[in-house]
């Protein structure tokens, strides 16, 4: 089964770029996805990339994957006090429950 | 419509209540999902039912029991819960189709005493 590993926080000033990352073990992952969650909320799906991709960029997120490291990253560009959140990495192969890494809470400082 | 949605947003219930959490969706989703989450833990899988048959239960104690009477609604009925089911319930729904994304609902913050 995938075994997903998250760096629990991270800390940005406001306006600087977060990268949150993410490295798993089952290259047979098809479909990558990032979720944020704020606090007393359910999950908000933001951004996916297929496996098939190296990179995928949606306004200020890019979504990098190196299949060969097995690693992903979600890049935010300016990150503002409301992107504070915990920020999860899923992984699916298409017709099979999300794999869900443990979590980055993401702390930006005014 | 393109949301999921869930009742009630708290629940407080003892040990020898019984309650039941129900999820909503309208986008014509086949499969649907019952998730537990607990504090600064990611989401746990609890049950998955596709096309309003269950086809996941990974293993979760009888106490709780979902039920799916139709496309668009799933129940999850709890008895003779246990403080430690105390947690968030998420509700998520998914599209058959290439990306498989899964929209969650914003839960239900259930505590048991």
């Known amino acids: 089964g995938e075994d997903v590993e998250q760096s629990l926080f991270l800390s940005v000033r406001e306006g600087d770029s977060s990268v949150i990352n993410c490295t798993y073990t089952d290259s047979s992952s098809t479909y990558l996805y990032w979720y944020k969650q704020e606090p007393g909320a359910g999950l908000q799906l933001l951004t996916y990339i297929f496996s098939n991709m190296d990179m995928k960029q949606d306004q200020r997120l890019t979504v990098l994957l190196n299949k060969k490291d097995k690693h992903l990253s979600l890049r935010i560009a300016d990150t503002q006090t409301g992107d504070s959140a915990i920020y999860f990495c899923a992984f699916s192969q298409g017709n099979t429950p999300l794999v869900f890494g443990k979590g980055t809470r993401l702390s930006v400082i005014a | 419509d393109t949301e999921v949605t869930q009742t009630p947003k708290h629940l407080v219930m003892g040990m020898t209540n019984k309650k039941s959490l129900k999820c909503e969706q309208h986008?014509?989703?086949?499969?649907m999902y019952w998730y537990k989450q607990k504090a600064k833990k990611p989401p746990e899988l609890m049950f998955v039912?596709?096309?309003?048959?269950?086809?996941i239960n990974e293993s979760v104690p009888s106490r709780f029991s979902p039920e799916c009477p139709n496309s668009s609604l799933l129940n999850l009925h709890l008895h003779a819960l246990q403080p430690e089911d105390s947690a968030l319930y998420l509700c998520?729904?998914?599209?058959?189709?290439?990306?498989?994304?899964?929209?969650f609902g914003p839960g239900t913050r259930l505590t048991v005493l």
């Open positions: 039912y596709s096309y309003e048959k269950l086809s």
């Open positions: 998520a729904s998914t599209s058959p189709g290439a990306r498989n994304e899964q929209f």
């Open positions: 986008m014509g989703h086949r499969a």
